[in-house]
């Protein structure tokens, strides 16, 4: 599981973000998004970079995904979303104030995901009798 702080200008910016990471980045939230405090988050990716931030933020979100670190960050350098994405790797120190921040974190409540959370599709092409595929790619974290 990997953990991605995302800093932006609006809350707008984070659920375009959040979209594009899913739709387009293949990434599968294992939590729903939490409002991070935006101070902390600039002092922590400033930490992390060990250089000033160009431009401070005005909201910032982090949830864990299903991938790992690595692929995280392959795919979060495909796609160009409008807000800054941070994949947190677990050898900084920021990993653990982060989680910790998280545990008491209220939820972003305006996030709604856009994958279908349901058992799979059905496929009713089949000697017309419905069919079950299961489709692994669909999000079901839990509530």
Known sequence: MALILVRGESNSKLLSAIADMERHGNLNLTTKPKVVDAKFADSLVEGIL????????????AF??????????MQVKKIHPPAHVVVVSD???AYSKLEYVLNNAD???????????????IDYKINKKERHI????????TK
Do not use: C, P, Q, W
Request: aromatic share 10%.
């Open 64 to 73: 864990f995904v299903k991938e790992d670190t690595t692929l995280s960050i």
């Open 50 to 61: 060990n250089s000033e931030l160009k431009t401070k933020s005005n909201v910032a979100i």
């Open 107 to 121: 939820e972003f409540n305006e996030y709604h995901s856009t994958k279908a959370i349901n058992d799979g599709m």
């Open 91 to 93: 050898e900084y120190d």
């Open 134 to 141: 299961r489709n692994d790619k669909l999000n079901s974290y």
